[in-house]
């Protein structure tokens, strides 16, 4: 099978040109202009723009999580990102303390295997590093392809490490050419701040806001950095959110360290405020929380300054029903909120249309850097000859509202009801096939693959 692209505006991390793309079976052959390919398809994009698949490196997809399973399954999650240009996710394995990594990448297999419609790849969260665990690391590294290894310096009592263990795993991770990712929060401070607030019958979702003021992530992220700085490791934190965090970040560029940095699209677009509605702020309850005007600008200012590498969601979705589990204790809301399908076009309506970061500066943190730093590129995250055909024809004018009356993820509202959004994703194709056109998806749960990734570096 083979797809001549006429006419786009092909963009990627480092150009920006009209020209042609021709497709045979999953990879892309040719670019050029006037390409003059016999094809089985043509597809006229002109007036449209062309950028590579995007890459979520943050999702959480059926995942057993505070009493339940976030929402969105391997068919249901994967299918929503692809309507929203998304093709494809990092999901995250969650061991179970006690349990081998290698039973958790078991059980994950169990509900992923053959279920998804885009392509997917696992981190793995080490929530109990010890001798046992300590030769999978390796093993994971070495076998499996899965070379990003996920540490919470928060949710004590569940899946936290503490210090300890968190340097003896990054000693190994570093040894077998893995990358640690980090929520970075400090789950003691947090932990005595919940209680305190429940201990004073403060029970609504604003305290879930108030249980995690910025000092606790600008602390965890601070250490962080510095384990990463002494063991050598490559260090990538997840959902930064906030000025104090960044700023720990800043600090080490001065001694010439880099370490990643992902931020989340509600992080730039959303704020503190939506906490002051009753129980409604619920569906805004994620870890860490929505922050200030000012973390907002400083984020968009950090993507431009490269500090902020890529731009994630988190998605965790949990129906309305769910979110009641913490109708008299936010403490027992499940975490998270649904993004995967909004976004590419929120990044690009409120980044690029609105002039904070250029076109090439959106396809390097939604694309491009997720597959560099997770070991994918160029095979993923560009476009460019012998990469897969994953790519997105994207009409930069086409205005719309984003609804959960419209949306494609499994959750029955949306954390951005009714808000406009200028430019929208028309096709999508995923390894050379037409995945989503005219609103449809073309492409049966199955097509989606596991994909194993390289060892990594810490450099971009
Ligand atoms: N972020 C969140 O609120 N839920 C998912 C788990 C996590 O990433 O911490
Ligand atoms: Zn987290
Ligand atoms: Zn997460």
Redesign the pocket.
Known sequence: MSILIKNGNIVTASENFIGDIFIEGETISAIGKNLNYEADEVIEASGKLIFPGGIDP?V?LDMP?MGTFSSDSYETGTRAALFGGTTMVID?ILQTQGKSLRSALEEWKGRSDGNAVGDYSFHMAVTDYNENTKPEIREMIEEEGITSFKT?MA?KGALMVDDRQMVGLMEEVKQHGGLINV?ATNGDMIDYLVQKNRNEGNRAPIYHYLSQPEVTEAEASERFVDMTNFTGCPGYI??LTCEGALNAVRNATRRNQHVFVETCIQYLILDASLYEQDFEGAKW???PPLREKKDQETLWAGINQGLVNVVAT?H?PFFWEQKLMGIDDFSKIP??HPAVENRMELLYSEGVDKGRITLSKFVEVACTNPAKIFGMYPKKGTISIGSDADLVIFDPNEKHTISAKTHHMNVDYSGYEGWEVTGKVKTVLLRGKVAIDNNECLIPKGYGQFIKRSKVSDKI
């Open positions: 943050h959480h999580f995250f919470f949710y929520h997840v959902h309850v994620m870890s988190d965790c975490n998270g």
